[in-house]
């Protein structure tokens, strides 16, 4: 009896109310309420997508899975697949799967609006530029291009055709990582002093994926740079890097496989990344921001998250981390996907700019100079047109 004085009302006189975290539940209020400001009502788009690689086919999964959109056209190099393909994905026969020598019907299709790029970095440039040039929208994977100026050049040609150009950063949309953001946003760790982040590989990429991927520099680190400057609003003023190549098949690429870097920015902010190819245990992803007022950091997530520790004679176990990209950024990559549907049907703000593209383009292309000359590089923004307010 001694703590019934504290029993209060009876919960049925509160106000229903969940920790708005909880962004499953947010989509199943949405989908048991028929919330119809959060569907749609836009005519679907039709859809082409080039490369049914490592990133090709996870959007190729997230396409025929979204009913905002009609997917028309296949285009991958590999026909012995398409029979495969169509099967398994259960395809109808009107959606026509070519090789990239017939790419020309998607470009003189009308009725295509957007594409999406999933092929290899050297192919990107000139399906981005064929596609603007026919007035359809475009997803591509990053690098939009090889090099910074011909990445200029493509969202020249968009801006000029009053079309989308989108580079994929999934990590963005990522609800961990931007959660972390918005916190870090809303001072809850003060000025920010260090932010860390860990990106190791899992499984090794194969050689001949590395041969075509850009390098790690633009392949990997891009994502872990993107990262550091989109949760700090700013960019660095300086760049520092190490990188080696302790497998010999990446040496013999003239690539590495084992990175560092420091990144210095104009508030005092420090941002140290490490970066692997290859990590035996799984796909390592961690994000940590320290600050005057605290610290907050985005651990390892686990298939069986709720299973925490296996207990016996050898010790305490956790559930494995996640093996790989497309299991730890699954979340990531359906948001991403609709918040590019969103811009090309809704006309919403584009959240990946092309200042912000380019700028990273920029830094990883610093840290590669530095990594192989063993310089510090200080960077000079004051032509680049970046606006004040990065992100």
Request: hydrophobic fraction near 35%; proline fraction near 5%.
């Amino acid at each position: 009896m001694a703590t019934k004085k504290f029993a209060g009302p009876s919960p049925y006189t509160f106000k229903p109310s969940y920790p708005v975290e909880d962004y499953l539940h947010t989509e199943y209020f949405n989908n048991v309420t028929t919330n119809h400001s959060t569907k749609s009502q836009a005519k679907p788009v039709v859809a082409a997508i080039f490369g049914l690689g490592r990133a090709g086919s996870i959007h190729l999964s997230s396409i025929v899975r979204n009913p905002r959109i009609v997917l028309k056209y296949i285009v991958d190099d590999r026909p012995e697949n398409f029979d495969n393909l169509r099967k398994y994905w259960d395809l109808s026969d009107d959606v026509v799967m070519i090789m990239s020598k017939d790419a020309d019907r998607v470009y003189k299709d009308k009725d295509v609006n957007v594409v999406f790029i999933g092929s290899p970095t050297y192919t990107h440039h000139d399906i981005v530029v064929k596609s603007i040039a026919a007035n359809k929208d475009v997803f591509c994977e990053k690098p939009i291009a090889e090099n910074i100026e011909d990445t200029k050049k493509c969202y020249e040609a968009a801006k000029s055709k009053g079309r989308v150009l989108f580079a994929a950063f999934n990590r963005r949309f990522d609800p961990a990582y931007r959660g972390l953001k918005e916190r870090v946003r809303k001072g809850e760790v003060g000025h920010v002093q260090i932010l860390k982040v860990t990106a190791r590989d899992s499984p090794l990429p194969s050689i001949d994926y590395l041969k075509t991927s850009g390098g790690v520099f633009h392949d990997c680190l891009v994502h872990d740079i993107d990262m550091s400057c989109w949760v700090l609003g700013e960019l660095p003023i300086r760049v520092q890097s190490t990188a080696s190549a302790l497998i010999p098949e990446v040496k013999e690429i003239d690539d590495f496989d084992t990175i560092a870097f420091l990144l210095t920015f104009p508030s005092g902010a420090v941002a140290i990344g490490d970066n692997s190819r290859f990590s035996t245990y799984g796909y390592d992803q961690r994000l940590e921001v320290f600050g005057n007022r605290g610290m907050i950091k985005v651990e390892n997530e686990r298939p069986c998250h709720s299973t925490e520790t296996l207990v016996g004679h050898e010790g305490l176990k956790q559930t494995p981390i996640y093996y790989s990209f497309p299991s730890r950024y699954r979340l990531a990559y359906i948001r991403e996907l609709e918040h590019f549907l969103d811009i090309v049907q809704k006309g919403v703000p584009m959240e990946v700019t092309s200042w912000q593209t380019l700028a990273v383009s920029k830094i990883a292309t610093v840290a590669e100079e530095s990594a192989r000359t063993g310089r510090t590089i200080d960077i000079d923004w004051s032509k680049d047109d970046i606006p004040a307010v990065y992100s």
